[in-house]
């Protein structure tokens, strides 16, 4: 299995700001796999980390909006970049082991 | 990625068994049928999955058409920590290396009373 922690687990933040997320992970893992959760909705795949080359983005997320990094096998970050109320979401991390998709934690961002 | 349907929610009593539906005509012969929840404030967890015998583990039993086209989850005893999203999705078995997240729907939200 997995145990997946990310950081913060919430955030208040003002129009216009950054905010950097971190997934740590307790194994190496090829992919890390990074959603975003809208109040009330399903899980929406954001992009796949693949460790040493540019994260892959899905349809309507591009990178200048979410910059993505995975300097290792157990770590990546995932910036939400000027920051709309429309982002207020939950951001979750993941990975694939063994047939299994394992989640973080989420991390709770509202945006004033 | 194939669809699949699933009621928008259900509700049983606590300690009975919950079968939860899940339809996806358009199944290919390569896809998994995979099973996962989310409880509230967490992230979603892995529940169970098959190709097309029934499968059993320690949470729940997965009981698979014989033409696929559709799936049960079944809790035998419903608990109140049982309370959850239960998501059916399909995943191809090209993705079994992890190359290729997972595509949610909308999900059953299970209510259980006590």
């Known amino acids: 299995s997995a145990v997946i922690s990310q950081k913060p687990s919430r955030d208040i933040c003002q129009r216009g700001t950054s905010l950097t997320i971190q997934c740590q992970v307790d194994?190496?893992?090829?992919?890390m796999f990074w959603y975003r959760q809208q109040p009330g909705q399903s899980l929406t795949l954001i992009a796949t980390a693949n460790q040493g080359s540019e994260a892959t983005y899905e349809s309507g997320f591009v990178i200048d909006k979410f910059p993505i990094s995975r300097p290792n096998l157990t770590f990546s970050t995932l910036t939400v970049s000027n920051m709309s109320p429309e982002d207020s979401s939950i951001y979750l991390c993941?990975?694939?082991?063994?047939?299994?998709?394992?989640f973080g934690p989420g991390t709770r961002l509202t945006v004033l | 990625d194939a669809k699949t349907t699933q009621p928008n929610s259900m509700e049983s009593n606590e300690e009975e068994p919950v079968h939860l539906p899940c339809n996806h005509s358009t199944i290919s012969g390569t896809d998994y049928i995979h099973w996962y929840r989310q409880l509230p404030s967490q992230g979603p967890e892995y529940v169970i999955h098959?190709?097309?015998s029934n499968v059993n583990n320690r949470m729940a039993s997965l009981a698979i058409a014989e033409d696929r086209k559709s799936s049960t989850l079944i809790l035998h005893r419903a608990t109140l920590r049982d309370a959850a999203v239960y998501y059916c999705?399909?995943?191809?078995?090209?993705?079994?290396?992890?190359?290729?997240?997972?595509?949610f729907g909308k999900g059953t939200h299970l209510i259980i009373q006590p």
């Open positions: 993941s990975v694939h082991l063994a047939s299994e998709q394992f």
């Open positions: 194994s190496q893992v090829t992919m």
């Open positions: 098959g190709l097309t």
């Open positions: 999705i399909l995943r191809d078995r090209g993705s079994g290396g992890g190359a290729d997240g997972l595509t």
